[in-house]
């Protein structure tokens, strides 16, 4: 498992991860919207963990591991790093958390500030010892780790000494024996990965973080009023136990700090540190110090340490404590310890790791400052909101694949305003849709009700009217009939309008015969009117006129009974009429052949004519 990790499902996307991560190893690419750790590029330094509000990045846990070395059958060591004092306040007295620690199930329990101070003397043997090289203290594993990865052109110039750490697991194993397991209890992260670096003596078997022995106080219920007091395996440090205080080292190895003769420069924190490498590699013939550098500010702050601790009240709990230890000490005991194990390997060697990434092209550096508005501003200046000290860094990044432009504010606010506009100027228009959407809908609300009303006013007119009317659809469906043209139906079509009213929908077929409906087929078809065709059908003649209302889809027909006193008369009159116009011209030319004989043949089909348009005798009463 990766030393640090990301739970997508807490992650609440802020990226305050990426934005506080020294070496950039937290990236967030253009398609994906969590963040992604780069464990090679990682330091361990553990300040996403510390920023991140919801918990959703979290250190490999180490409970298990430790569990499972207490479970065996090999003698099992606790070394306890001198922060320790600054971490469990709550806890009264020293001696009862060195009984909790062996109610785990640990043989021995021994405190780091006798590594401290075997290391704070081949300090100050190479600091003393000037042959013209300035060194960088390598007790920090997250600063070995920075200079290895980000400036491996410094590797040369760590302090090829152990840390306190394999200081005292080296001690430990010549003391309690060689197959002794060693597990280290520290504020840090990265000391984890540190302890799997060794073999041999220097081996660490397992790390756990303060914050993971609370934890397996709690699982196993161990507390302070349940122990007795029990002291500190052998060998007991002396000043070591200032160590977690940044200058505590150099205290412990009577290096001078004074500002006119002091040897070295002791920077904590992230920001001096990082700067203080950066000044080291630059200007180190300038400044012709050593360096003692600290990721946190000292370890009583490190990332395996309770949240919300106090920088200052912690550092006065360790001071008392360290006071508290050197009363009554036993300093022939620890010069005779010094010289015992002072003969023990604490070399150490670095490997470079180069994790820096190329830089990108200038142009694509460009288009990406453009892309979020800031080709003009390509000076060191930013705000800094995307985590990188200036827009140039930002694009760099994005350049690289680690960022995206959505972390700049201003795009981001940009994009926002643009959208807002956007969103504005399509609600303006949704609005206006929706008010000729309303009137539209209005309009067509009072079509329809003309149409509504013309319909049934001419429903009523067809009616009204003498003659028998019908339209009939492609089909033949019918789609009105009159109550005329119902009547002129037989009895059995009569039925179907007892069971479709109006015949709306029914087939003419069923209610005409052949030859009659045949004729609404050809004016379908053919799109020809027929005018005044006499039908007979039950019976009665009819006059027969079809016509298209709309091409090959409806045709109307006007059907007049011609058995009908007022048709007849009115038939016989419009053909005669038809009759003496049509011969006419044949009559003038028979008349001007025959003279008085022809003016005879008019008058008489005049007569005929007149006949049949005098007004009819009112039928008498009765008759
Ligand atoms: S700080 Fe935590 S919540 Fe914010 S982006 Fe990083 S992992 Fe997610
Ligand atoms: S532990 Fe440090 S180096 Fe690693 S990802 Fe977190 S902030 Fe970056």
Known sequence: MALINIDNEKC???????RICPVNAIKVEAHQDYPEIM????????????????????????????????????????????????????????????????????DYVLEASFGVDLVAHRYNDLFTGF?????ITANCPAVVSYIEKFHPGL??????????MIATTKVARKKYGNGLKVVYIGPCVETKREGKRYRDDGRVDSVL?????????????????????????????FKGSLYPISTGILEAAGIDQGLLDGKVITAEGRNSMLEAVNQFEKHIDNIKKHFNLFYNEGCIMGPGTSRGGEKF????????????????????????????????????????????????????IQEILQVIGKEHNVDEIGCASCGYTSCRDFAVAVARGLAKTEMCLTFTLKNRHDYIKTLRDTNQKLAETQEALKKSEKNARRDQQLARESFETTRTMLEKLPSSVVLVDSELKVIQANKSFINMLDEEARMIEDIIPGLEGADLKTLLPYNFYNL???????????????????????NVSIFTIRKNKVVGAVIRDLYVPEVRKEEVIKRVTDVIDKNLELVQKIGFLLGEGASETEAMLNSIIESYKMPEKPEKDGE
Request: net charge negative; proline share 4%; glycine share 4%.
């Open 39 to 106: 464990h090679n590029a990682c330091i361990g330094c553990g300040h996403c963990l510390k920023v991140c509000s919801p918990g959703a990045i979290s250190y490999r846990d180490s409970k298990e591991e430790t569990k499972t070395l207490l479970a065996s059958d090999d003698k099992v060591a606790a070394i306890c790093g001198p922060s320790i004092s600054g971490e469990f306040h709550d806890i009264t007295d020293y001696r009862k958390f060195v009984d909790m620690i062996r109610a785990l199930g640990f």
């Open 155 to 164: 590797t040369d110039n760590l302090a090829p000494i152990v840390s306190p």
């Open 12 to 18: 609440n996307l802020s990226y305050s991860c990426v």
């Open 520 to 542: 609404f087929s050809y004016v379908l078809n053919q799109d020809d009117n027929i005018v005044n065709r006499d039908v007979h059908f039950n019976e009665i003649l009819y």
């Open 209 to 237: 973080t303060f914050t993971e022995l609370r934890e397996l106080f709690t699982e196993y219920d161990i507390t302070e009023k349940k122990v007795e007091f029990s002291d500190f395996d052998p060998p007991i440090g």
């Open 313 to 364: 009240r912690r550092h006065a709990l360790v001071i008392d404590y360290a006071k508290k230890r050197l009363k009554n000490f036993d300093s022939r005991k620890w010069e005779k310890d010094m010289e015992e194990f002072g003969k023990l390997d604490l070399s150490r060697k670095f490997k470079k790791d180069d994790q820096r990434l190329p830089y990108p092209d200038e142009d694509k």
């Open 131 to 135: 042959k013209g090289k300035y060194y």
